[in-house]
């Protein structure tokens, strides 16, 4: 694990036990990455197998202040610092404003933006501290336009973009590079499960049609684009919000 673009480097993602959180956890292995790999599902966290690759694992809902400090206190604990941190944890509810309920809007706030904002926060009081760093934010498409049956998920992905766009700005002269990826539709588990429920096949169907590539993407294809951003490769790169989505915005 000595060579690759993250050779070395202490990296915390948040969300990792499945998805685009796992499928990066396993390029950040093979690209010599040190990891801390978080998650509130702890056995599919702990089912999660890096072989030859440095790994803790942290239990714990981003949402809580307390939970995200020691996600980032794991990284420093472990291997003195944190060189990267990726915030991928999120839910992702389909409903519309009618559909939607209070507590629906409060938990994907709750999660997706506040979650961000917290591990974002204690990742930049110690990559200040210590020289700088990279983070990479989980956005979506709905973070860069309006989708319908996103009524939630959607403005909580603004909110990454938004929260990019800023803490880029801010910490930019302290060696700190903040970016986005902002997915299409990925076939990720939650997205294969759509299939089994009602109305799930026709959206898979229509939504595909929508992304000028015809298909889905993969959580491996994100993966990519986030250790792109993670890397020196992308050492004068910072605010970027960069699609991941077979053209859907370009449209």
């Known amino acids: 694990m000595s060579g690759g673009r993250l050779a070395g480097r202490a990296a915390v993602i948040t969300g990792a036990a499945r998805g685009i959180g796992r499928a990066t956890a396993e390029l950040f292995a093979a690209e010599g990455a040190r ?12 089912d999660l197998r890096l072989p030859g ?30 060189d990267v941190l990726v915030a991928n944890a999120g839910v992702i509810p389909l409903k519309n404003v009618l559909d939607a309920t209070p507590e629906d809007w409060d938990r994907v706030m709750a999660v997706d933006g506040r979650g961000m904002f917290l591990t974002c926060k204690y990742a930049i009081e110690r990559m200040a501290a210590d020289g700088g760093g990279s983070i990479v934010c989980l956005s979506s498409i709905s973070g860069l336009a309006g ?12 909110v990454a973009t938004g929260l990019t766009k800023h803490l ?17 539709t990925i076939r990720t588990d ?7 429920e009602p109305g799930g096949p026709e959206y898979l169907e229509a939504i595909e049609r929508l992304h000028p590539m015809a298909r889905l993407g993969e959580p491996s294809e994100v993966a990519a684009a986030v250790l792109f ?15 991941v989505d077979g053209g859907y915005l370009a449209q």
């Open 35 to 46: 990891l801390v790999l978080t998650d509130v599902d702890g056995p599919a966290l702990e």
């Open 53 to 82: 690759a440095e790994v803790r694992t942290v239990v714990g809902d981003v949402a809580e202040p307390a939970d995200a400090r020691a996600m980032i206190e794991a990284a420093v604990d472990a291997y003195g610092r944190i």
């Open 147 to 158: 989708q319908a049956d996103q009524a939630v998920y959607g403005p909580a992905k603004f």
């Open 168 to 184: 880029a700005v801010e910490w930019a002269a302290r060696g700190i590079r903040v970016n986005a990826v902002a997915p299409g």
């Open 190 to 196: 939650r997205v294969r499960a759509l299939s089994d």
């Open 229 to 243: 951003l993670a890397s020196d490769e992308a050492s004068f790169v910072t605010g970027a919000v960069l699609p």
